[in-house]
């Protein structure tokens, strides 16, 4: 079964520091991995998206690695600000698929502290 | 702000109550979705429109009616609901329904549903 998890649920850092949020995958075969953010009432909104050949994206403060052997994506923010609260969704397609048939996983709240 | 455009932003609504939610896109856009997702839980397919034909419908119950009047505009018939059905309804776009890379979803804002 196609599945995509995250962790930690849920980050709590201090304002300026960075983080790293975790994203393994099953699903094969692969495609593509996009990274979403989602502030707390809004839509999500796509950050990166990387392929099967690619290593790492990067988006401002925001970097995105890829490793298809493992099956594993991380999302690491640096310097992070307080509009960086928000979930961050990691969402997988599946090769040969539709737009409509992508897999999300459940999301990693992270609240920065001032 | 968001190129896909949700309205309302808030609804409360009593379980004999008929309304509709509404999103609208000028993207140009052929495939538009909507979405379900309850607090802290990932987002949910409902329906797919392709060319303004409905092409998914993932068992969703009948008290939910979608339609689609061109391929600007979406909106979502609400009848009878029950408390369960309250959540936030994201819209969501695409240029097609072919290809996740080269067509990525975009997302509304949502409209925060609650079922009284």
């Known amino acids: 079964k196609n599945q995509v998890e995250q962790s930690p649920q849920s980050l709590i850092i201090l304002e300026g520091k960075n983080c790293t949020l975790q994203?393994?995958?099953?699903?094969?075969?692969?495609?593509?991995l996009r990274w979403y953010k989602q502030d707390t009432g809004r839509g999500p909104v796509s950050l990166t998206i990387?392929?099967?050949?690619?290593n790492t994206k990067s988006n401002g403060r925001y970097t995105a690695t890829l490793d298809a052997d493992t099956k594993q994506s991380s999302l690491h923010i640096t310097a992070s600000q307080l509009s960086d609260s928000a979930s961050y969704i990691c969402v997988v397609s599946p090769l040969y698929s539709s737009a409509s048939k992508i897999i999300f996983g459940s999301g990693t709240r992270l609240s920065i502290r001032p | 702000d968001t190129e896909v455009t949700q309205t309302p932003k808030h609804l409360v609504m009593g379980m004999t109550n008929k309304k509709s939610l509404k999103c609208e896109q000028h993207m140009g856009h052929r495939a538009m979705y909507w979405y379900k997702q309850k607090a802290k839980k990932p987002p949910e397919l409902m329906f797919v429109y392709s060319y303004e034909k409905l092409s998914i419908n993932e068992s969703v119950p009948s008290r939910f009616s979608p339609e689609c009047p061109n391929s600007s505009l979406l909106n979502l018939h609400l009848h009878a609901l029950q408390p369960e059905d309250s959540a936030l309804y994201l819209c969501?776009?695409?240029?097609?329904?072919?290809?996740?890379?080269?067509?990525?979803?975009?997302f509304g804002n949502g409209t925060r549903l609650t079922v009284t």
């Open positions: 994203c393994n995958y099953t699903v094969s075969p692969f495609s593509n």
């Open positions: 969501a776009s695409s240029h097609d329904q072919e290809s996740s890379y080269n067509s990525p979803l975009h």
């Open positions: 990387m392929t099967f050949s690619e």
